[in-house]
């Protein structure tokens, strides 16, 4: 068994800020012969958690099927997350030998965190919440819910997704800038990861709302016709705006979403890559009332859901595997290919550009009287790409959200993210409380 890599998946492989993050507080310890054992059905289940990547002499990536590979399990003892995410957002994958995904178990007294990494190629977020919720249903003698085969993603997007400027541009980039002789190695894949990671310091803040608090920011959004989403990127956008420095350089924001609903068959727990982003410009002029300004993000943002742009990102299924790796290598200084130099200046590749990601993973449920069951969860964290000034992830659990900012302590000090959130904690109040 084996599956081809293509597009954006395909990208991921190259790249030495893929992988993420996340995991939950449980109410007790588990040990690793229990996760080890809880795993079993769900390898059973989930094939892609033993495969691993190879490169063929086309420089075709294939995630290949073996059996005899499995997630590995790291133990720690009462480590920050925010210590473990900077640690395991750096593991490189083996080509030939290692599958993209491994768990943490950091054991405190009388409980543990059971943490998930995995390198976007097989994976989202979302995709990682399935997984620790199935462990924990398997740890509490559940049985898991049968799962339907999919495909892959590209066979899932809707024919009419996507556009064909976007094929024509594709094919353009093939014909320049694709090498038929180009080979990605191992060699190449470390030293992208030890050059990106060199001066690399991921942080992260943890803001928890309380119940009052988020039925007040629900129902704010709902009388005012806009989603929460929507409310909390333009709170970030106000907030960025009301503090003293300036990023001269920085001009859009970035909104993602779960495409799960939109494509042919609703993957469900399936592992994959099922969300899709879109790229907003900075508002011009924050002096707008932010009722008015929310609700044009929001129809912006309704437009966009249901156009053919909604797939733009996952569906870059044509573009030449050696393009996406040469790209890669000049990106983290290891190749000099003058043109993908001027391509990369051209697209302010290299610095800060990205106000923030902002994802929202919902409402999320957990039967609390079962023996095992989650006490809290832990935000999702992701690398900064060298553009994106801060990653922002929200969830919602025993009806109280919980927002996770990530950022690189060498680019933003924590003197700036802490005016950051005193002024986001400000606005919050302002505007709902």
Not at 223 to 231: H, R
Not at 243 to 268: A, E, F, W
Not at 293 to 313: E, H, T, Y
Not at 356 to 365: A, E, K, M, S
Request: charged fraction near 20%; glycine fraction near 4%; aromatic fraction near 10%.
């Amino acid at each position: 068994m084996k599956i081809k890599l293509s597009g954006i998946t395909r990208f991921f492989i190259s790249s030495p800020n893929a992988n993420i993050v996340t995991g939950i507080e449980l109410n007790t310890l588990v040990t690793k012969e229990q996760l080890s054992q809880a795993l079993i059905p769900i390898l059973e289940q989930q094939p892609v958690l033993q495969m691993v990547p190879t490169v063929d002499q086309k420089n075709d990536v294939y995630l290949v099927f073996k059996p005899t590979a499995t997630p590995i399990i790291k133990v720690y003892e009462d480590v920050s997350y925010t210590t473990l995410a900077q640690e395991n957002l750096q593991t490189v994958h083996r080509l030939n030998e290692n599958v993209l995904i491994h768990f943490v178990l950091n054991q405190h007294r009388g409980y543990s965190d059971l943490i998930v990494v995995a390198n976007h190629a097989i994976c989202d977020g979302i995709s990682l919440n399935h997984i620790l919720h199935d462990l924990i249903a398997v740890l509490n003698g559940d049985a898991l819910a049968p799962l339907r085969p999919v495909g892959i993603l590209k066979e899932l997007i809707p024919e009419t997704a996507a556009p064909k400027s976007l094929d024509w541009a594709m094919s353009l980039v093939n014909r320049l800038l694709g090498k038929k002789d180009f080979l990605l190695t191992q060699d190449m894949i470390d030293t992208m990861y030890a050059n990106y990671w060199e001066n690399r310091k991921t942080s992260l803040w943890i803001e928890e709302l309380t119940e009052e608090e988020t039925t007040k920011l629900v129902q704010h959004c709902k009388q005012n016709a806009y989603s929460v989403n929507t409310f909390l990127a333009t709170l970030f956008l106000y907030t960025r705006a009301d503090l003293p420095k300036k990023y001269p350089s920085v001009y859009n924001y970035i909104v993602t979403v779960n495409l799960r609903k939109k494509l042919k068959v609703d993957p469900g727990h399936n592992m994959g890559l099922y969300v899709s982003s879109m790229k907003f410009d900075l508002p011009k002029n924050t002096q707008i009332p932010f009722k008015a300004f929310a609700g044009g993000l929001q129809q912006k943002i309704s437009q966009w859901f249901d156009s053919p742009d909604l797939f733009g990102v996952i569906s870059m299924e044509g573009i030449s595997p050696s393009f996406i790796d040469i790209a890669n290598l000049n990106k983290y200084n290891i190749r000099n290919d003058w043109f993908i130099q001027k391509l990369i200046k051209k697209l302010d590749l290299t610095r800060i550009n990205t106000a923030f990601i902002l994802t929202n993973y919902g409402r999320l449920n957990f039967d609390q009287t079962k023996k095992y069951h989650v006490k809290h969860y832990l935000p999702v964290v992701v690398s900064s790409a060298m553009t994106i000034e801060h990653y922002i992830s929200v969830y919602t659990y025993n009806n109280k959200m919980r927002i996770g900012l990530c950022y690189d302590g060498h680019v933003s000090s924590k003197k700036e993210v802490d005016a950051y959130v005193k002024t986001f904690k400000k606005l919050l109040k302002k505007h709902i409380l």
